[in-house]
C-alpha cells in the first residue's frame, strides 16, 4: 500500500525558514521510476508545484521559487524533504508531497499539511 | 514557464448531464518522443487532489468510464458523460513537458 504523509511545523513566523518532511511507504525512493514532488495549495486557491527530485537526486524547482527552495531525499529513512527560506504571510498554505511512477506523475498524495506563516 | 489556463472556472451541472472543460497550454506539450504530457486531476471538497487521467486521454486505475480526455498540441478537453453528486470539486489540468504546471482549476458543483 503506497502512502506519502507530510510533517513539519503548523505555524512559522516570517523571514524564518520552513522545513517539511515526505514520509513515503509502499515503495522506494531509490526505484528508478520513482519520484516525489511538493506541491502547495493557499487557502482558497489553486495548486502550486514547486520542487521534484528524481530517484538518481536530479531536482527540478519552480522557476519562480527555486532561490528559496531546497529538496532533499534520504532513501534509508524513505524521506523526502523540503526547505523554503525567508517566508512571508503568502506562503501560507497546505503543502502535498505527491509520488511520480514513471508515465504516472503525481499518482499518490499525502494528506497535506496547513502551515501558516505569522508572526 | 508553460503557463495553464481553463475555461470554465466554474460549472453547476444537472445530474445525468454531461460536462466539458477546456485546458490550454502556452507551449505545445507534444514530446519529441511522441508523448504528449498533459493530465487530469480532480480535487474532492476537503480531500488531496487524485489523478483522473493521464498522457491526454488514459484513464488512470478505477477511474469510471465516463471521464474521458481528448486533444492535442496546446488545446485539451476533459469530458464527462453523465455528471453524478461525487463528480463535484475542482478539476485541475496539468503538464510536465517542462517541469510542472497546473491550470488555475475548475469548480464544477450540481444544480
Known amino acids: 500500500q503506497v502512502t506519502l504523509k507530510e510533517s513539519g511545523p503548523v505555524l512559522v513566523k516570517p523571514t524564518e525558514t520552513l522545513t517539511l518532511t515526505c514520509t513515503v511507504s509502499g515503495f522506494s525512493l531509490s526505484n528508478a521510476r520513482m519520484g516525489v514532488s511538493w506541491i502547495r495549495q493557499p487557502p482558497g486557491k489553486a495548486l502550486e508545484w514547486l520542487a521534484h527530485?528524481?530517484?538518481?537526486?536530479?531536482?527540478w524547482y519552480s522557476t519562480s521559487l527555486k532561490t528559496r527552495l531546497t529538496i532533499s531525499k534520504d532513501t534509508s529513512k524513505s524521506q523526502v524533504v523540503l526547505s523554503m527560506t525567508n517566508v512571508d504571510p503568502v506562503d501560507t498554505a497546505t503543502y502535498y508531497c505527491?509520488?511520480?511512477?514513471?508515465?504516472?506523475?503525481?499518482?499518490?498524495w499525502g494528506q497535506g499539511a496547513l502551515v501558516t506563516v505569522s508572526s | 514557464d508553460i503557463v495553464m489556463t481553463q475555461t470554465p472556472l466554474s460549472l453547476s451541472v444537472t445530474p445525468g448531464q454531461p460536462a466539458s472543460i477546456s485546458c490550454k497550454s502556452s507551449q505545445s506539450l507534444l514530446h519529441s518522443d511522441g508523448k504528449t504530457y498533459l493530465y487530469w486531476y480532480l480535487q474532492k471538497p476537503g480531500q488531496s487532489p487524485q489523478l483522473l487521467i493521464y498522457?491526454?486521454?488514459s484513464r488512470f486505475s478505477g477511474v469510471p468510464d465516463r471521464f474521458s480526455g481528448s486533444g492535442s498540441g496546446t488545446d485539451f478537453t476533459l469530458k464527462i458523460s453523465r455528471v453524478e453528486a461525487e463528480d463535484v470539486g475542482v478539476y485541475y489540468c496539468?503538464?510536465?513537458?517542462?517541469?510542472?504546471?497546473f491550470g488555475p482549476g475548475t469548480k464544477v458543483d450540481i444544480k
Open positions: 496539468m503538464q510536465d513537458i517542462h517541469l510542472f504546471s
Open positions: 498522457e491526454v486521454s
Open positions: 505527491a509520488r511520480v511512477n514513471g508515465i504516472l506523475p503525481l499518482d499518490y
Open positions: 527530485i528524481f530517484s538518481n537526486d536530479e531536482k
